[in-house]
T-cell receptor, first 115, second 115 residues
Framework: GQQLNQSPQSMFIQEGEDVSMNCTSS?????WLWYKQEPGEGPVLLIA???AGELTSNGRLTAQFGITRKDSFLNISASIPSDVGIYFC???????????????WGLGTSLAVNP | NAGVMQNPRHLVRRRGQEARLRCSPM?????VYWYRQLPEEGLKFMVY????????ESGMPKERFSAEFPKEGPSILRIQQVVRGDSAAYFC?????????????FGAGSRLTVL
């Protein structure tokens, strides 16, 4: 099935460092979503983006919807130990006539933070 | 305002038995999605349902797996004659009918172990 290219696959950083991850696609999306999954839990929505060029922040997290509508990035500033988890991007293609709203997912970026 | 409720959280089955996983969507949500996640891997889409309708089952294995979302009651993911390879975390998500309907809210998952 269709998939987004998410990178990096994993990151191991020191507490206080900034983090950047991104997702790219060969297709145009009309929605980008960023989720975080902690061990043993389901993914939790961090940021939703709906317009090309949109830049949205949620605390220390900032995400942008690329101008080409084919990419998005997520930045985390001044990382802390509780940022540990897997970060997933997800996008939705422009709706076809059948109105199938299934999301396309990246494989995730695993983040480890060394205190 | 309860979120997406999944049960059981953990399920152990022997090979050949049946597994039934339940999902109650968020109040007011009419769309349910099931995903499978293997350890250290991303989310794999299985099926998308509205009340009494399967919208997209392109991610469901052709045999032994079925899903339903009846008019009353939770959505059920049913796995017949389980095999060891079915061991995974199964996540349910829901979304509302209109508006920014493609934003999914996930449950905490059901972890199936097949002995």
């Amino acid at each position: 099935g269709q998939q987004l290219n998410q990178s990096p696959q994993s990151m191991f950083i020191q507490e206080g460092e900034d983090v950047s991850m991104n997702c790219t696609s060969s297709s145009i999306f009309n929605t980008w979503l960023w989720y975080k999954q902690e061990p043993g839990e389901g993914p939790v929505l961090l940021i939703a983006l709906y317009k090309a060029g949109e830049l949205t922040s949620n605390g220390r997290l900032t995400a942008q919807f690329g101008i080409t509508r084919k990419d998005s990035f997520l930045n985390i500033s001044a990382s802390i130990p509780s940022d540990v988890g897997i970060y997933f991007c997800a996008g939705q293609l422009p709706l076809p006539a059948g109105n199938n709203r299934k999301l396309i997912w990246g494989l995730g970026t695993s983040l480890a933070v060394n205190p | 305002n309860a979120g997406v409720m999944q049960n059981p959280r953990h399920l152990v089955r022997r090979r050949g038995q049946e597994a039934r996983l339940r999902c109650s969507p968020m109040k007011g949500h009419s769309h349910v999605y099931w995903y499978r996640q293997l350890p250290e891997e991303g989310l794999k889409f299985m099926v998308y349902l509205q009340k009494e309708n399967i919208i997209d089952e392109s991610g469901m294995p052709k045999e032994r797996f079925s899903a339903e979302f009846p008019k009353e009651g939770p959505s059920i993911l049913r796995i017949q004659q389980v095999v060891r390879g079915d061991s995974a975390a199964y996540f349910c998500a829901s979304s509302p009918q209109g508006g920014r309907a493609n934003v999914l809210t996930f449950g905490a998952g059901s972890r199936l172990t097949v002995l």
